[in-house]
């Protein structure tokens, strides 16, 4: 979703706020089953490293947000004087983090699924299940 200039006014604005927030909530809460599920070794550490990413790529796309237009109000009316940096380009990057993150989060267990002793009819369902997340 990208918010652009002067288009849509505050309720736009809003809704790509909660729009992140309910991302990034989703994101966290299928990082913290996963911390449930890796509970040692190499993998427990890459969770919360990854944890710690998509909390910080959060932080900064809801920032960016709010910084892209100063003073704010710019961003839904333009009569208010001030600047605003690219926003189409603020748009795309935030994306791209968005879509770095969502395929780490579904390569994480991976390293888990693929070595499993199981029918491998059973193991490509449960990739497809964790590839459901990803879409």
């Known amino acids: 979703m990208i918010l652009l200039a002067n288009s849509g006014g505050k309720e736009q604005w809003y809704s790509f706020l909660f729009y992140t927030l309910s991302l990034t909530c989703t994101k966290i809460s299928i990082l913290v089953l996963y911390s449930h599920i890796m509970q ?3 993998m427990r550490i890459a969770n919360y ?5 998509v909390t910080a790529t ?4 809801i920032v960016s947000q709010f910084i892209t237009c100063i003073p704010l109000q ?4 333009p009569m208010v004087p001030g600047t605003c940096l690219n926003i189409v380009e603020v748009g795309k990057a935030n994306s791209i983090l968005h879509i770095l993150t969502d395929f780490a989060i579904f ?5 888990i699924i693929i070595p499993l002793k199981m029918h491998w009819k059973q193991k490509v369902g449960l990739l497809f299940v964790f590839a459901l997340g990803f879409v």
């Open 40 to 42: 040692h070794g190499f």
């Open 49 to 53: 490293v990854l944890l710690g990413l």
């Open 58 to 61: 959060s932080i900064w796309v």
């Open 74 to 77: 710019k961003t839904w009316d």
């Open 107 to 111: 390569s994480l267990p991976l390293p």
